[in-house]
């Protein structure tokens, strides 16, 4: 093992970079701040469209080397959901007239006033956006101040970028092969170089924090580890061996991994698991088909209505949702009703400044409630149903009551549309995610009547914990293998077996090998995840017996503490698994 690493931050994207680094130095933007005069106030307006309308023509340059569809593309055209956003703008050109403040100034305090909006928001991945934001007004400022972006176009192949953070206009110049990893002082693992990184298989480092820019001089030789979150400069050579080494692992692991994409997730003592993977936007099924999944175990319908100023109309989603199903077939699709709300997202549906959103109107709350958006959907996703296997799953259910509300509300969309002779599939599931701890609590009741139970344990965990998923200062409670989630997670699957139901888990729990075993203990028939999680997790499951696995969950059942049953855990499956634990499975 190497000594300490100079840097450490956290680990985005897995694998191993070693090169020179390429440090992106920022040229600090001073920002003019004075008042014009009612004369001016016209010009400054004009002024500031045509820097809106020169980043718009720069974006969409870049745009047109990009391939048109795919993850990255559907992040980059985000950015222009903000330029396209007349909010932006027009608060800004309000400022200019009421406040008579020159363009840069107005734009640089809308800019401020959006930051603080996002900043409040729970949910993580949302947060980031107020980023994206910042790269846009930046990309517009310099416009008004007559600068030229540097984005990363005509780098040197193989080295290693550094920089502060890195938009989705930087990195979409990257083609893959092109750099060999990416290293910033700001980020998390949801952000979008880390999500783009990932997408690209480029190792990453984020959220180093300030400092590193001046710290790497351009050329310095860099060693990378996107599991580990470390970071040297000029390592001492044995470090770069070290590192050398875990990069030939590395690969050939990842390599030897896919080899298991196409077998079935099948024990040796003959148990049949189904891994499934989570999506969010269409572009990622091609990933889910290489990587071996065999269905699509959760579409998170939301990403459909985010950043946009109308609705998708009921022809838009229909479109999507038809796309994925004829994608996958003959594999089933699990669609998501919407689970807007809250702390999902501020949108047009969602209820603005309620104080606890998690517990809000969200979910199937927020589809009782605004029950013609949940019919379009509802149409759209039966007119689809035609074109493969498609299973509905309700989420944020906590009574019978709401369950019994998809199901009458599924059954009058059915009828209408059958009366209008449109064709659907005849076999079309609907199911409920298992993630309030009312639901748990409830679930053999609700087993009753739906198809089969999704174990949703991002949020399951927040609940029943009381640790809100997005709070840095308590994520050190936010641990699945907590005795009570566990007993929870015990009682739905004993639920799902009583009435004969399927029960599968799509809530990150499933994609940690480290729980794997438990998992399997408990007898959960299908596990969704990332689709990159699917071959590791296929090797696991079929070099293990569920023999093994009880063993393990009845030395663990008793422990007191989440920290013991995953020592015990953790030992267990690295003892078994030694090389995947030690290469892969992420540190911390
Ligand atoms: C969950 O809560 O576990 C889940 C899969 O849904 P989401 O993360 O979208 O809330
Ligand atoms: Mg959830």
């Keep these: 093992m190497a000594p300490d690493a100079e840097r450490t931050g956290v680990a985005a994207s897995p694998g191993i970079a070693i090169g020179p680094a390429y440090v992106v130095r920022r040229e600090r933007l001073i ?30 340059e870049i745009r047109s080397g990009m391939e048109a569809t795919g993850l990255l593309g559907n992040i980059f055209d985000a950015q222009f959901l903000f330029l396209e956003d007349p909010t932006l703008r027009e608060q800004t050109a309000r400022r200019i007239r009421e406040e008579h403040l020159n363009a840069e100034w107005a734009l640089q305090r809308e800019l401020n006033r959006l930051e603080a909006l996002f900043e409040s928001i729970g949910d993580p991945y949302i947060r980031e956006r107020r980023t994206d934001i910042g790269f846009v007004v930046r990309r517009v400022l310099q416009a008004l101040m007559g600068r030229e972006p540097r984005g990363l176009r005509g780098m040197p192949e193989g080295v290693i970028v550094v920089a502060d953070n890195l ?28 999500i783009m990184a990932r997408s690209l298989e480029i190792p990453a480092v984020v959220g180093i924090g300030a400092g590193l820019v001046e710290q790497v001089p351009d050329g310095a030789q860099l060693s990378v580890d996107g599991r580990t979150g470390e970071l040297w400069i000029e390592p001492p050579p044995e470090v770069l061996e070290e590192f050398e080494q875990r990069r030939r692992q590395f690969l050939l692991l990842a390599r030897h991994l896919l080899r298991y994409a ?52 009921e022809e838009e989603q229909f479109q999507a949702y038809r796309e994925i199903l004829e994608a996958v077939a003959p594999r089933s699709v699990v669609i998501r009703t919407l689970d807007l709300g809250g702390d999902k997202l501020p949108s047009h549906v969602a209820l603005r400044g309620e104080a606890n959103p998690a517990m809000g109107m969200r979910g199937i709350r927020l589809s009782q409630r605004r029950c013609e958006v949940f019919r379009i959907q509802l149409r759209a996703m039966l007119r689809a149903s035609a074109y493969g296997r498609l299973r509905v799953l309700l989420p944020m259910v906590s009574s019978l009551e709401e369950f019994d509300f998809g199901r009458d509300e599924l059954d009058a969309v059915r009828q209408e549309l059958d009366r209008r002779g449109v064709l659907m599939g005849d ?24 198809d089969f139970l999704s174990i949703g344990t991002n949020d399951l965990l927040q609940y029943t914990l009381a640790v809100d998923r997005g709070n840095e200062h ?37 994609n940690d090998p480290l729980h794997c ?28 017996t569920v023999e093994e696995a009880r063993e393990l969950y009845a030395e663990v059942l008793d422990l007191g503490s989440a920290e013991e049953i995953r020592k015990v855990a953790a030992n267990a499956l690295s003892r078994r698994f030694p090389v995947e634990f030690e290469q892969i499975v992420p540190k911390g």
């Design 31 to 60: 920002i003019p701040e004075y008042r014009i005069s009612e004369a001016h106030v016209s010009s400054e307006i004009e002024r500031l469209e045509a820097a809106f309308q020169e980043t718009r023509k720069g974006l969409a």
């Design 167 to 194: 938009a989705p206009a930087d990195v979409a110049q990257v083609k893959a092969g092109q750099v060999a990893g990416f290293v910033t002082e700001a980020g998390s693992r949801t952000s979008h170089v880390a």
């Design 262 to 313: 196409d077998l079935p997730a099948e024990t040796r003592d003959g148990v049949r698991v189904f891994l499934h993977a989570n999506i969010g936007v269409r572009e990622e099924v091609p990933d889910c088909l290489r990587y071996g999944a065999e269905g699509i175990g959760l579409y998170r319908t939301e990403f459909l209505f985010m950043n946009r100023a109308a609705l998708p109309d």
């Design 427 to 450: 076999e079309v599931e609907l199911g409920v995610m298992v993630e309030t701890p009312a639901a748990a609590m409830i679930a053999e009741l609700l087993a009753r009547r739906a």
């Design 474 to 510: 308590v994520a050190y409670l936010y641990e699945p293998l907590h005795p009570g989630h566990l007993r929870l997670i015990e009682r739905i699957c004993q639920a799902g077996r009583r009435a004969g139901v399927a029960v599968g888990m799509c809530g990150e729990m499933a």
């Design 517 to 544: 075993w438990i998992l399997l203990a408990l007898g959960i028939g299908e596990l969704s995840m990332a689709p990159s999680s699917i071959p590791l997790i296929k090797k696991i499951i079929r070099e293990s």
